[in-house]
């Protein structure tokens, strides 16, 4: 089954990036309570997806992980940074993360927004430092990454969820949350990898398709996570979206309608990989694997 | 007179700048409070001094001001995502900015953290996309800002100057501080002109050492301001330091002793144009300038 192809590569590459996260800042520079802000975030646990992803995308393309890892840690930096900044007391004011308290409530807040806005400047930092790939694919993987995170991807994306909480947003809003705030990253993520790996233009675009589906279906079953799941299974609080008033797929449609969403977007993903002729086990199985999930 | 050469340039290239960042978000994409809340802070005035300087590095070695305008932009969205971010209330808690309310004043404190994570993200969007520079030294200027801003430059700056606020810090501690808070990123400024502009090894590293000396004269002058200017000459509020306790050089040494401290600074930054063998008035003169300025 690919499930289990794509949850122990998930496995295994996952503790290949978090081995690479641990030593990024792991020497003692000053201040020293910036790099523990920061590290307690990115070495917090996670599942790593963005990340193995993007290994998978290149492994695809028959390129050996070791040589993506630097630009998929990068990922990982901008995901954990947008976690730090999104639970500020002003944005969602959330307590818990990953099971442990959120970066604000150990550090303060001016650390935490300083250790989101250090470990973003860093993604970049790592992404433009010589490694053992052509220039003009590094600079084209910052440019996938820096559009995905921006103001046309996930900070448009979480500005608008900002705006709408507590109104009456219609389903066109919702998707252009979801596709902005969540959808963007892991298709740049597979798409970096692509690039990378020195994909063709036609597999950069079905791998790109294929991760703004697989990037809705996961948001998608967010959404319906918040709603059945626990704040232990989860390891941030249930009930977080409902006690906002966020603008969400089971708020608009109901439990049964966002399942059945969900699994469209799925079956979408795996028809990209298809059409662009793109046979990887572990991409098809992440497909399933992404609305299966209890965390 | 060279200082009279460098204001001219300042005032001339600076519009040019102006110009260039107005259009960067001029047409209207969603959400529209969030491009507001950017443009507010990116077109709220300013001297445009860093990516002025990055013109004039490049221009000290024979290349055309026009070609370097877009690397030079991305500079000034740095400078601009920190004050926004620097003025937050778990920051500095700052009222007022070049004259005006603080971003988080007009749009509250939310919409301000994203538009500043978005200033700061579009800066590598920027970079990266292609422009008529070769592709290796496009990487490298996007190292040396990226190295500048984050965990080892800025933010370590600001996050040392916020960790010794009301605190006992010692000579040795401003002086990071204002190293890493001030000084590299007007040292990446010119560094990244230099890089663009195809400077060989010793001016690269001449301008270098030249934009250190120029950014601790500008902060230690910043600090006298502090002390001596008034609320209406800086466009932000005067004594802002003395009121947050801040560690600060008029605080550590006089009034007096930290004029002269400007003044070597600024003498130190001449010797490094002279030994890297940089004939440019207006290089000269932006050192001078730096001390006189009253805003």
Same mark, same amino acid.
Request: charged content about 20%; overall charge negative.
């Given at each position: 089954?690919?499930? $289990?192809?794509?949850?122990?590569?998930?496995?295994?590459?996952?503790?290949?990036?978090?081995?690479?996260?641990?030593?990024?800042?792991?020497?003692?520079? +000053?201040?020293? +309570?910036?790099? #523990?802000?920061?590290?307690?975030?990115?070495?917090?646990?996670?599942?790593?997806?963005?990340?193995?992803?993007?290994?998978?995308?290149?492994?695809?393309?028959? +390129?050996?992980?070791? #040589?993506?890892?630097?630009?998929?840690?990068? *990922?990982?930096?901008?995901?954990?940074? @947008?976690?730090?900044?999104? $639970?500020?007391?002003?944005?969602?004011?959330?307590?818990?993360?990953?099971?442990?308290?959120?970066?604000?409530?150990?550090?303060?807040?001016?650390?935490? *927004?300083?250790? !989101?806005?250090?470990?973003?400047?860093?993604?970049?930092?790592?992404? @433009?430092?010589?490694?053992?790939?052509?220039?003009?694919?590094?600079?084209?993987?910052?440019?996938?990454?820096?559009?995905?995170? &921006?103001?046309?991807?996930?900070?448009? !994306?979480?500005?608008?969820?900002?705006?709408?909480?507590?109104?009456?947003?219609?389903?066109?809003?919702?998707?252009?949350?979801?596709?902005?705030?969540?959808?963007?990253?892991?298709?740049?993520?597979?798409?970096?990898?692509?690039?990378?790996?020195?994909?063709?233009?036609?597999?950069?675009?079905?791998?790109?398709?294929?991760?703004?589906?697989?990037?809705?279906?996961?948001?998608?079953?967010?959404?319906?996570?918040?709603? *059945?799941?626990?704040?232990? #299974?989860?390891?941030?609080?249930?009930?977080?979206?409902?006690?906002?008033?966020?603008?969400?797929?089971?708020?608009?449609?109901?439990?049964?309608?966002?399942?059945?969403?969900?699994?469209?977007?799925?079956? +979408?993903?795996?028809?990209?990989?298809?059409? &662009?002729? *793109?046979? =990887?086990?572990?991409?098809?199985?992440?497909?399933?694997?992404?609305?299966?999930?209890? =965390?």
């Amino acid at each position: 089954m690919s499930i $289990d192809a794509a949850r122990e590569y998930l496995q295994t590459q996952g503790k290949a990036v978090d081995a690479y996260l641990a030593q990024m800042f792991a020497s003692h520079t +000053r201040p020293a +309570r910036l790099f #523990e802000a920061m590290n307690y975030s990115l070495l917090g646990g996670g599942k790593r997806l963005r990340p193995v992803l993007c290994l998978a995308a290149a492994r695809a393309l028959g +390129r050996d992980e070791v #040589e993506v890892l630097p630009v998929a840690a990068a *990922i990982e930096l901008v995901h954990c940074y @947008s976690l730090i900044h999104d $639970d500020l007391p002003a944005m969602d004011n959330d307590d818990l993360r990953r099971g442990k308290p959120t970066n604000h409530r150990v550090f303060g807040e001016a650390l935490a *927004i300083l250790a !989101g806005d250090a470990l973003l400047t860093y993604a970049f930092e790592q992404l @433009s430092r010589p490694l053992a790939i052509p220039a003009d694919r590094q600079l084209r993987a910052i440019h996938v990454l820096a559009h995905a995170a &921006g103001c046309y991807g996930m900070v448009a !994306g979480q500005a608008e969820d900002i705006l709408q909480t507590g109104g009456t947003g219609d389903a066109a809003t919702l998707e252009f949350i979801h596709l902005h705030k969540t959808a963007k990253l892991l298709a740049a993520s597979v798409e970096m990898g692509a690039i990378v790996a020195g994909a063709d233009a036609r597999q950069v675009e079905a791998l790109r398709e294929y991760g703004i589906h697989l990037g809705l279906a996961f948001q998608i079953m967010d959404d319906l996570l918040d709603v *059945i799941g626990t704040t232990e #299974e989860l390891g941030k609080s249930a009930g977080a979206d409902q006690q906002l008033d966020k603008l969400t797929y089971p708020k608009l449609f109901g439990v049964e309608a966002t399942e059945k969403l969900a699994h469209d977007a799925v079956l +979408r993903a795996k028809q990209a990989l298809q059409a &662009g002729g *793109i046979a =990887s086990d572990v991409l098809f199985g992440m497909a399933d694997f992404v609305i299966r999930r209890r =965390s």
